[in-house]
T-cell receptor, first 109, second 115 residues
Framework: QKEVEQDPGPLSVPEGAIVSLNCTYSNSAFQYFMWYRQYSRKGPELLMYTYSSGNKEDGRFTAQVDKSSKYISLFIRDSQPSDSATYLC?????????FGQGTRLTINP | EAGVTQFPSHSVIEKGQTVTLRCDPI?????LYWYRRVMGKEIKFLLHFVKESKQDESGMPNNRFLAERTGGTYSTLKVQPAELEDSGVYFCASSQDGLVVNEQFFGPGTRLTVL
């Protein structure tokens, strides 16, 4: 069983839609949960992180963690074509990051 | 401020040859990481340096891979001899030390193709 499971998609939605991206994880010891965004031919860049359970909002983006079900989510409101990228969930385990497979997202104008 | 840089951006070699990848971290970042993404799979951790010392090399696939970070600045990852299954994108990342949240800054990656 993978430590972090993420549906690779691809996911295609119209501009302005609400996007929901999700991951599950297996190790309940994890405390820091991150979302990275990766544009084509670039390295991943940190979008936002959450500590333990709860929500965190940053502009159009909301990260949510439910530790009881080992489920993490990223919501994008009012999606824009510039949001088209691969979104990777990642768990901070000690110093290293454990990534999900990434979901390729396309926002259609 | 310059980000993490990696060289080369692409490398195509034949099975059995040697390849050396280079990573220059963000200045002042003591932590340096190597990750790899094989096609169709997730990005996987290879190893972690703190300054010039290997802190965790649990992700290194086998002894054909050798990573160094002389002087605690740039790092190299050598694959010798390369095999077909070594093809993928190799990412380097760096982060500051002493922070609770380990925000790692990634380079653009080196795309390695072994024929």
């Amino acid at each position: 069983q993978k430590e972090v499971e993420q549906d690779p998609g691809p996911l295609s939605v119209p501009e302005g839609a609400i996007v929901s991206l999700n991951c599950t994880y297996s190790n309940s010891a994890f405390q820091y949960f991150m979302w990275y965004r990766q544009y084509s031919r670039k390295g991943p860049e940190l979008l936002m992180y959450t500590y333990s359970s709860g929500n965190k909002e940053d502009g159009r983006f909301t990260a949510q963690v439910d530790k009881s079900s080992k489920y993490i989510s990223l919501f994008i409101r009012d999606s824009q074509p510039s949001d088209s990228a691969t979104y990777l969930c990642a768990i901070q385990g000690a110093q290293k990051l454990v990534f999900g497979q990434g979901t390729r997202l396309t926002i259609n104008p | 401020e310059a980000g993490v840089t990696q060289f080369p951006s692409h490398s195509v070699i034949e099975k059995g040859q040697t390849v050396t990848l280079r990573c220059d971290p963000i200045s002042g970042h003591d932590n340096l990481y190597w990750y790899r993404r094989v096609m169709g799979k997730e990005i996987k951790f290879l190893l972690h340096f703190v300054k010039e010392s290997k802190q965790d090399e649990s992700g290194m696939p086998n002894n054909r891979f050798l990573a160094e970070r002389t002087g605690g600045t740039y790092s190299t990852l050598k694959v010798q001899p390369a095999e077909l299954e070594d093809s993928g994108v190799y990412f380097c990342a760096s982060s500051q030390d002493g922070l609770v949240v380990n925000e790692q800054f990634f380079g653009p990656g080196t795309r390695l193709t072994v024929l």
